[in-house]
Each structure stands twice: as structure tokens, then as C-alpha cells.
């Protein structure tokens, strides 16, 4: 069965330095991988997806995540946090031959950046 | 805009008072899909869609109804909610090809008590 997770609850950082957001997975076959970002009181955003490629993706608002299939790892980063920064993240996997859409989410990663 | 909306965005009801969540996209996507989302247990999907009149299962359905009779509307129905129905809940859709399948867009999410 595909899971996914995120073995952090939570995950402090001071504004400026970098931030790391971890993730694991377990899918047979290539996964399609994913991070969305929830803002309080807002719905889900989309910041970055691995399909096939370049193992590090770049998303939306200076995040990336760097794909490590040996390690069976999506890892979301960012060289320098912000404190509007400050969300809830999930990582979350797809199963490109499943004939649904579904995602399967992470338990979410609250992150706090600290001025 | 491109946009997923949902109505209303907040509902405090009583156990076995029926409800309604309804769930409508601009963007002629033919995938959509209801998640709940509890603290621990990130999102799970309840009901998805492939298209006009065809709709299933996901993993948590039980207790919910969904019906798509329009490409853009996907309601979520509770005939006799109960109290372990309180939840965050979202709806998404995609497009149907390879490409447009990759990512979901989320509505803003409703959130439901059940007294």
C-alpha cells in the first residue's frame, strides 16, 4: 500500500537561515510526488510536484524539494525562511497507474519561523 | 479565476440534521474529489469523481453521499451526520489528461461541527 511520511509535527527555524521539511514514501513503481502548503483560515496551495526529470524541483515562493529514490525521500527545502513562511505542509504521493486521482497525504508538518 | 469554491465555509449543526456541502470548479475538470482532514490523519479522500454520473468510493465513505449530475458541481451530502463527522473538509478537481492530472486544485475548505 502507498503511504507517505512526515515524521516531524513541527519544525522551528529563525527568519534568514534555511529550512528543511522532510518526507518519505512508500509506492511500488515511480511515484508522483507533491507539496501543498495551508495557510490558516485558507485551503490547500500547490508548491511543487515531481513527475520524472531533474531530481531537484522548483516550486512556487522559493521552495524546492530534491527527490532521492534510494533513499525513498522528497524533502522540502528553502535557502532562507521567512515568517510568512509559516504553514502547515503536507507532502503527499500519487500513484501514476492507480486509475483514480487520489492523493495520499502526510500527517502535515507545522512550521514556525521565528523573526 | 480559476477557482474551486465551496458553501458554506463553516457549519455547526446537530447529530442527524441533513446537510449539504456543495462544491463547484470553473475549469471544466473532469476529476473531482472530496478529503477530510483530522489533526494526525492529514487528508483522506471520501468520494471521487471521473466524470458526469460516475462517482465512487475513496477510503473514509462512510456516512457520506455524493452526486455529480454537472461536470462543475460535486456536492457532499450527510443524511444523519454525527459527531464524529466534525472535520476540515475539502474538495478538489483536475483535468482528466496525463498532463492536467498531475496537479489538484483544493477549494477553501468547510468546516463542520457536529453537536
Known amino acids: 500500500a502507498q503511504s507517505v511520511a512526515q515524521p516531524e509535527d513541527q519544525v522551528n527555524v529563525a527568519e534568514g537561515n534555511p529550512l528543511t521539511v522532510k518526507c518519505t514514501y512508500s509506492?511500488?513503481?515511480?511515484?508522483?510526488l507533491f507539496w501543498y502548503v495551508q495557510y490558516p483560515n485558507r485551503g490547500l496551495q500547490f508548491l511543487l510536484k515531481?513527475?520524472?526529470?531533474?531530481?531537484l524541483v522548483k516550486g512556487s515562493y522559493g521552495f524546492e524539494a530534491e527527490f532521492n529514490k534510494s533513499q525513498t525521500s522528497f524533502h522540502l527545502k528553502k535557502p532562507s525562511a521567512l515568517v510568512s513562511d509559516s504553514a502547515l505542509y503536507f507532502c503527499?504521493?500519487?500513484?501514476?497507474?492507480?486509475?483514480?486521482?487520489?492523493?495520499?497525504f502526510g500527517t502535515g508538518t507545522l512550521l514556525a519561523v521565528q523573526p | 479565476e480559476a477557482q474551486v469554491t465551496q458553501n458554506p465555509r463553516y457549519l455547526i449543526t446537530v447529530t442527524g440534521k441533513k446537510l449539504t456541502v456543495t462544491c463547484s470548479q470553473n475549469?471544466?475538470?473532469?476529476?473531482m474529489s472530496w478529503y477530510r482532514q483530522d489533526p494526525g490523519l492529514g487528508l483522506r479522500q471520501i468520494y471521487y469523481?471521473?466524470?458526469?454520473?460516475?462517482?465512487d468510493k475513496g477510503d473514509v465513505p462512510e456516512g457520506y453521499k455524493v452526486s455529480r449530475k454537472e461536470k462543475r458541481n460535486f456536492p457532499l451530502i450527510l443524511e444523519s451526520p454525527s459527531p464524529n463527522q466534525t472535520s476540515l473538509y475539502f474538495c478538489?478537481?483536475?483535468?482528466?489528461?496525463?498532463?492536467?492530472?498531475?496537479?489538484?486544485?483544493f477549494g477553501p475548505g468547510t468546516r463542520l461541527l457536529v453537536l
Open positions: 478538489a478537481s483536475s483535468g482528466r489528461d496525463r498532463v492536467a492530472r498531475e496537479t489538484q486544485y
Open positions: 509506492v511500488s513503481g515511480n511515484p508522483y
Open positions: 475549469m471544466n475538470h473532469e476529476y
Open positions: 469523481s471521473m466524470n458526469v454520473e460516475v462517482t
Open positions: 503527499a504521493v500519487r500513484d501514476p497507474g492507480g486509475a483514480t486521482n487520489k492523493l495520499i
Open positions: 515531481y513527475i520524472t526529470g531533474d531530481n
